[in-house]
């Protein structure tokens, strides 16, 4: 099973380097961690008397967490539709890892490259010492969030141009999240549906980490059931 799964990863890095644009987007958020590590003092200074965005500087730290598992989903979802549309998933359902196996992976990973890239990115950043129980509730999200888009992906689009429209849409999404943070009671609440929404909130929320986390969890697993049921009819 391992060395199925180092096979699989050996072919993505493969076809991964293939694509310049999956590449700027696998590589863009350790890129902006980079730069936000070098210029959020200098802003900050810079800004002082003029606006003070220290008090937002945990809003836009949950804002680039956030954008990391929606690049890593993107780039997941992208290589699945270049799969359909090869004609690859056909070949896969014969062999012994089946289907189902393979779709496990595709999915999996980019949880797991979700979750994983937004605690690099939280600390390369630098914004915000957030306490260990804040990241990793963050984190979690994070990896449910990259495994949206690529699921979004694969239930709306038949093939990679379509994923690129279908992507674009699933940005605004990124919007509500920090909408959320800057309406007032009660007309932000109207955005809670949003599983993004609580990824944003779990790093920049007033209160307990665990409110956050539940509802982001269940908010996420509610959209990826009604996802699951549209891929199982439209992925192959």
Known sequence: MTGGITGLLFGDLTNLRRDPMLVAAALAPLLVAVVLRVGSLPAVERLAGTV?????????????????????????????????????????????????????????????????????????????????????????????????????????????????????????????????????????????PLPQTWVIEAVAGAGPTWPPLLIGTLTHAAAGWLLWRRIRRRVV
């Open 52 to 192: 003070d965005i220290v008090p937002w500087l945990p809003v836009i730290l949950g804002f680039f967490l956030l954008l990391t598992p929606f690049l890593v989903g993107f780039v997941v979802g992208f290589l699945l539709l270049e799969e359909r549309e090869d004609r690859i998933l056909e070949v896969v359902a014969v062999t012994p890892r089946g289907y189902a196996g393979f779709l496990a992976y595709r999915l999996g990973l980019p949880a797991v490259a979700g979750g994983v890239g937004a605690v690099v990115v939280a600390v390369i950043s630098g914004l915000s010492n957030l306490e260990v129980p804040r990241l990793l509730g963050a984190a979690v999200l994070c990896a449910g969030s990259a495994t949206l888009v690529t699921m979004t992906m694969a239930a709306m689009a038949r093939d990679r141009v379509q994923g690129l429209a279908v992507v674009k849409v699933t940005g605004f999404a990124l919007l509500g999240a920090v909408a959320f943070q800057l309406l007032p009671n009660p007309w932000r609440w109207a955005l809670a």
